[in-house]
């Protein structure tokens, strides 16, 4: 086996351990949301919590949005972020090179 090969397994079975350990170790255990939560601790330090208004798009829609739907908008969201930042990083990069091949880098403001 050449030393690429022996690298390659042993990352794969690092990133096969990273993700079976979690998995294995959090058995059972229970997650909820920030909102759940937070309203929870408001109600034991101050008793009686109501919430100041109702989002819109409940509100609209006349009940609360499914699970899958909220996701799905929440992945939308990070999709949009993510390429109006990678736009802008390529940007950058292509401005230095470009200026780099024009030799301005080095030029003083």
Not at 18 to 30: D, F, M, Q
Request: aromatic fraction near 8%; glycine fraction near 12%.
């Amino acid at each position: 086996m050449t030393k690429n090969t022996k690298t390659v397994i042993i990352l794969l079975i690092i990133a096969i351990l990273i993700a079976v350990i979690p998995v294995a170790a959090l058995r059972g255990a229970e997650f909820g949301g920030s909102d759940d939560a937070g309203s929870v601790m408001v109600e034991e330090i101050h008793g009686e919590y109501e919430p100041w208004f109702t989002p819109v798009l409940e509100t609209a829609l006349g009940g609360e949005l499914p699970g899958e739907l909220e996701s799905l908008l929440f992945c939308v969201q990070t999709g949009i972020g993510v390429g109006v930042i990678a736009f802008f990083m390529g940007r950058f990069v292509e401005r230095r090179k470009w200026m780099k091949k024009t030799g301005e880098e080095d030029a003083p403001n």
